[in-house]
């Protein structure tokens, strides 16, 4: 949980016990590197102690692998999943599209999820005049997010933090190249044949990440992200 490496655990007591669970296990496994140092320097901890065990992605994403066709001029579609909350940055994504969209690039995004923010992120949606370029789906199934996977070309993630990013490798496992931000969890993930990392949180820097995988989509050979 990524509760043990923020302030809401701060009693002694609870900090004491969780350190104790972490000595007296066989070993303890967690989900990325970054989140392996987090726990080390939270709780002091040797790194004997801890090992990186990345998290599975459902075998139906390798399933009726189609390959996405994009040929400049073209929309193209970006998709993110995840619970609408604020740690996720929907307005970051948003304010980077509209960046986009004002330089005549043809996109439409799909936002897979539900959430607490979902209304203030619609009304964000229809203050920068994007409601014609972002669909709000809903709550998906793991076989609905594949499904939305098959008819988009690339997935983005612009998360504050993620231990991890179990929709990152979804995506990779059907094919579709990636951008997030540097939200840690990903740096364990994302590689130059597979997508972009953006080191920062400035609405440019997400855009400009956005129009270099359009413009070189065709370099990505998405079998072999499947693959690896």
């Known amino acids: ?28 496994l967690v989900v990325s590197s970054v989140f392996k140092d987090l726990l080390i320097d939270a709780f002091q ?38 619970f609408l909350k604020k740690r996720k940055n929907h307005k970051l994504l948003f304010d980077a599209l509209k960046i986009l969209k004002d330089r005549n690039y043809k996109v439409k995004l799909r936002v897979g999820g539900y959430g607490p923010e979902e209304n ?28 939305q996977l098959d008819f988009s070309h690339a997935f983005i993630l612009p998360s504050l933090f993620e231990t991890f990013g179990v929709v990152l490798i979804e995506s990779l496992a059907s094919g579709r190249p990636i951008i997030s931000t540097d939200s840690k969890g990903p740096r364990d993930i994302i590689t130059n044949e597979n997508g972009i990392l953006v080191q920062g949180f400035e609405e440019k820097q997400l855009a400009e990440a956005m129009i270099k995988l359009i413009n070189n989509y065709s370099q990505y050979d998405q079998h072999k992200i499947s693959d690896q």
């Open 45 to 82: 901890l040797h790194p004997s102690y801890f090992e990186v065990v990345h998290n599975m992605v459902n075998d139906l994403f390798f399933e009726k692998f189609k390959p996405a066709v994009y040929t400049s001029g073209d929309e193209f579609v970006f998709l993110t999943t995840s």
């Open 120 to 147: 203030d992120l619609r009304s964000y949606v229809n203050q920068l005049g994007l409601e014609n370029s972002v669909e709000f789906t809903g709550p998906l199934t793991r076989q609905q997010v594949k499904q």
């Open 1 to 28: 949980l990524t509760t043990v490496t923020n302030a809401s655990i701060s009693n002694p007591i609870d900090f004491k016990f969780i350190r104790k669970l972490f000595k007296t296990t066989d070993k303890t």
